[in-house]
């Protein structure tokens, strides 16, 4: 039904009103391409604050900048292209003698008959932002910014690059050339971090990962050391807290004196990788779990080196204990003394029938939990070897286990994204938990108590209370997957580490928190991430696109038009899932 009279007259004015609007004031404009010297995607655009300037990043090593015409120069750059397209049409007709060339001849005077119109309706973006130069770096580039302030003096600008290896670079830029300003590459690890360890005292922090290893203190998060090692797999603080123990994807076991940031004994254990490393309660020495099928135990020794000293401390001479003494018989002056180093040696070795992931020794000395590829945790007697229980029920192997301070509880965590609660007295598991999202990495229980934490390849760090088998707190974070945990000995604070290349340290601190209100929260927090879901489901639902439901069900609006032209076959489909779902 169609409007009359004047009100319909100014409602037909607003609609065309409206359409003209709108026609006239797109958001963006096509204005062509700009090639690129490099080959690679793109990766990241940005401008800097004045505008002046735009850096491309492609998912290489180089950066390449462009420079942003002003008008006059766009202008310009517009002329000489439109010169040279003319110039070459000319000589392409002279050769070829095309009848056309006259009209072509015509067209282009036309249309450099009025450059203040027509000209500058035709500029495009390669006459606007031409290549200046490329940033090139020895590492690939992950993301890059401009310095808001501008360059130094005598630069253009300044750009700080991140690099693949967790590093940053920053770089000044004239017109054709650049120079590196500075570079932060001290602290933090260029690969992910494998392994943590905290002292005894919770005064030092060992990380691990495969470029090396890290010393840190905890509280303030200074780097104090970098230690080159092996691709460290698992790691621990010797007794003493003077020396700590680092197991290599290599199979090797290395010895590092932590105030001198050097491995000084190193020995090939196992021929697979030294999964994990476990002290002895009595602090004899320590058990070795590989992917040689073999769990080993070692026991800590101390060699002894003679050493000559001269008065003035210009001349040393070492040897080891055993050597001639007439080495040593050089000087009157000189004196010698006996230099003690801490080492390992192998005792015993208890052979297993597959894989071993994780191995631990109960507080108390009593047992030994091993964890196996075939999914199963066998326990043992540390004194005789012997076999005690063989616990089942994880689906996936479980990579990662802990005993109580009381030693009456196990706790394991899986690739099947669960944790189970074992009872160390019959072996009967006291509970079941799904945990997280992805695989679980590690669990580490609070000394003195039944609170644990995990942590997973789904970036969550969460805390548990396994005497109500609850969960209490869920920590979100890190940026990818948590492959290390490290708690303190009073549980004030914890330590992970993650694929992020980051060691995040987590406090407790006096707020009081609820378990119902976490509940409630976590519960709102799915609500919300389903109701998106739905919405992501209807527009493409709405847009004509076909969704499969839960159970394989299509949705939208070509299936449901599919279901109306035959109903024979939307039935036969209802009882096809029907079955299925049965």
Avoid at 55 to 72: C, D, P, W
Avoid at 511 to 535: I, M
């Amino acid at each position: 039904m169609a409007a009359t009279g004047p009100e319909g007259s100014n409602l037909h004015q607003q609609k065309q009103q409206q359409q003209h609007t709108s026609s006239h004031h797109d958001l963006l404009v096509f204005l062509g391409t700009v090639r690129r010297t490099g080959q690679e995607r793109v990766s990241m655009i940005r401008y800097d604050s004045s505008g002046r300037y735009l850096g491309v990043m492609g998912a290489g090593k180089g950066l390449e900048i462009f420079r942003v015409r002003n008008e006059e120069e766009a202008l310009k750059k517009m002329k000489r292209r439109k010169k040279r397209r003319k110039e070459k049409q000319q000589h392409k007709s002279a050769k070829t003698a095309d009848n056309s060339a006259p009209q072509q001849q015509q067209d282009s005077d036309d249309e450099d008959a009025d450059p203040a119109g027509s000209a500058a309706a035709a500029v495009q973006a390669s006459d606007e932002i031409g290549s200046m130069l490329i940033v090139q770096s020895k590492h690939k580039l992950k993301s890059f910014c401009f310095n808001p302030a501008g360059g130094p003096k005598g630069y253009l600008g300044q750009i700080a690059l991140g690099l693949s290896n967790n590093s940053i670079e920053a770089n000044s830029f004239k017109e054709d050339s650049y120079d590196t300003a500075t570079k932060l590459d001290l602290s933090g690890h260029r690969s992910d971090v494998r392994c943590l360890a905290l002292a005894s005292d919770d005064n030092q922090l060992l990380s691990g990962s495969n470029s090396g290893c890290k010393l840190w203190d905890p509280l303030t998060g200074a780097c104090l050391g970098s230690i080159e090692s092996g691709y460290a797999l698992c790691c621990v603080y010797a007794p003493g807290n003077r020396h700590a123990l680092v197991g290599t994807k290599e199979g090797s076991i290395e010895l590092i004196d932590v105030g001198a940031c050097t491995v000084i004994h190193s020995q090939q254990a196992h021929s697979g990788p030294v999964w994990s490393i476990a002290l002895l309660p009595d602090k004899s020495g320590f058990v070795s779990g590989s992917a040689d099928k073999n769990i080993k135990f070692w026991t800590w020794t101390v060699s002894a080196s003679q050493q000559q000293v001269d008065p003035d401390g210009s001349n040393n001479k070492q040897s080891r204990k055993g050597a001639r003494p007439e080495a040593y018989a050089g000087s009157d002056a000189a004196e010698e003394h006996v230099a003690r180093q801490l080492g390992f040696t192998e005792t015993r070795v208890l052979e297993m029938s597959d894989d071993v992931l994780c191995v631990r020794v109960s507080p108390d000395g009593r047992l030994l939990a091993a964890s196996l590829l075939d999914a199963t945790i066998k326990v043992y007697y540390v004194d005789s070897l012997k076999f005690f229980l063989s616990l089942y029920g994880h689906k996936l192997p479980a990579l990662t286990m802990d005993i109580s301070s009381d030693s009456t509880l196990l706790l394991t965590g899986s690739a099947d994204k669960n944790i189970k609660v074992w009872g160390l007295d019959f072996g009967d598991c006291h509970k079941s938990l799904f945990a997280h999202q992805d695989t679980i990495t590690s669990v580490a229980f609070v000394r003195d108590t039944h609170y644990a934490f995990s942590v997973s390849k789904d970036r969550m760090l969460k805390y548990w209370d396994l005497d109500r088998f609850e969960m209490l707190l869920e920590l979100p974070g890190h940026h990818s997957e948590v492959w290390a945990l490290a708690v303190s000995t009073y549980g004030d604070f914890c330590l992970t580490g993650s694929h992020d290349r980051s060691i995040r340290r987590w406090e407790r601190t006096s707020e009081p928190f609820f378990v119902e209100e976490e509940k409630e929260r976590r519960l709102e927090s799915l609500f919300e991430a389903d109701l998106e879901q739905q919405q992501h489901r209807a527009a493409k639902t709405g847009a004509g696109q076909m969704v499969l439901g839960p159970e394989g069900a299509a949705f939208g609006a070509a299936a449901a038009a599919a279901g109306a032209e035959d109903g024979s076959v939307v039935a036969a489909g209802r009882r096809t899932i029907e079955s299925v779902s049965a």
